[in-house]
Structures are given as C-alpha cells and as structure tokens.
C-alpha cells in the first residue's frame, strides 16, 4: 500500500540554521504530495503542497519539491526561526477516488535561540 | 479564512461510555474526514463521507464508530462503548473536491478515556 518515511527526530537547530527534512514515498500511481505542520497545542496546518512531478511548493519560507525519480519530498528552509519549532507531517493522496491521506510518523523540530 | 471548528476540544469519558465527537466543516465543502492521532504516534485515516454515506473506512474505523450528517452543517462521530484505546486526538478534515485539492483540518478534540 501507500506510505511516506520521514526522517526520524526530533530534529534541533540553532537559530538561522539551514533545515531539510527528508521524505521519501511509496505510491500506486501519482500522488500529490504535501507538508502539513502542527504547532504545540494545534491541529494540523497545511503548509505547502505539489500535485504533479517538478512541481515546488513554497510557504513561509519553506520550499519542498516534488521529485518523481527518486520519489522523494524533502522539506527545506534557508534561516529558521525559533516560531518554526513545530512537528512536520509529510503526507500523500493518491488522485484515484476520495483517498485519504497518507501521512509519515512526524518530524519534531526544535529551533534554540 | 474559513476554518474546520471542532467540539469539545477535550472530553474525558469513563470506559464504556458513548462519546460523541462534532464538527462544522467549511461551508463549501463537500468531502468529509475523521482522523485520529494516539499520543506520540503518525495520523491515522478513520473514515470518510460523501453524499451522506460513508466512502471509504480503515481497519480502525470498526462497529463501535459511526458518523453522521444530522443537518446541514454538522458531522459527527459516534464512539459507541469506548476503550482505553480510544484516548486520541481527533481531528475531523473537509476538502472541496476530490484530486489534488487541500484537505482542511480541524484543530482536533483530545479524548482522554479513564
């Protein structure tokens, strides 16, 4: 079946730091991929999105682009900010049908001061 | 921007209770979710509801769950006895159409069962 692999964490950096956090997937056809973000105490918040291969998403200064040959959607930003730290979910749809979601375990980052 | 609102935001139950979850979608939407979250763990996929019937349910989403459309606006789920198992976050989720296209979560309903 479907499944996205997230880079285990928790994930800490100082403040300005670069950040990737890698995603790859396993899917029947061609998904849409996506990063949703929940802040402590939140539900889930989508923060960036890509429906077709090449395709980058980009919010907040976040960036992920979707790279159908090594099936892969990792998650990157230039200069972190401590209001960052936050536990990322990388997810997937399959465009077949009302499918759900298909989420990784989570990414807990904590950005230091 | 419009929003999935949820109620309660925390519910504790005794084990055997019935607990009923709410939510209010995006007023537009037309597609339907409940998700749930066990502490520490990925999102889990329960159920979702089209055209007031359920679309596609997971292994999780058994005989002790139901969802329901009661009115225009409103979409419950209904856990019928539940477990110590059942403590989770439950996050209910609407989209507008089918391929590609967001889906919006709610803030979720903490169920802490005793």
């Known amino acids: 079946g479907d499944s996205v692999t997230q880079m285990e964490g928790p994930v800490t950096l100082s403040e300005e730091a670069f950040l990737t956090i890698n995603c790859t997937y396993t899917a029947t056809g061609y998904p849409s991929l996506f990063w949703y973000v929940q802040y402590p105490g939140e539900g889930l918040q989508l923060l960036l999105k890509a429906t077709k291969a090449d395709d980058k998403g980009s919010n907040k200064g976040f960036e992920a682009t979707y790279r159908k040959e090594t099936t892969s959607f990792h998650l990157e930003k230039g200069s972190v900010q401590v209001s960052d730290s936050a536990v990322y979910f990388c997810?997937?749809?399959?465009?077949?049908?009302?499918?759900?979601?298909?989420f990784g375990k989570g990414t807990r980052l904590s950005v230091i001061a | 921007e419009p929003e999935v609102t949820q109620t309660p935001s925390h519910q504790v139950t005794q084990m055997g209770q019935e607990v009923i979850l709410r939510c209010v979608p995006i007023s537009n939407h037309l597609y339907f979710y409940w998700y749930r979250q066990i502490l520490g763990q990925k999102v889990e996929f329960l159920v979702s509801?089209?055209?007031?019937?359920?679309?596609?349910k997971s292994e999780i989403f058994d005989d002790q769950f139901s969802v329901e459309r009661p009115d225009g606006s409103n979409f419950t789920l209904k856990i019928r006895s539940t477990k110590l198992e059942d403590s989770a976050m439950y996050f209910c989720a609407s989209s507008e159409d089918l391929f590609g296209n967001t889906i919006y979560f709610g803030e979720g309903s903490w169920l802490t069962v005793v």
């Open positions: 997810a997937l749809r399959t465009n077949s049908g009302n499918t759900p979601l298909v």
């Open positions: 509801f089209y055209n007031n019937e359920i679309s596609e």
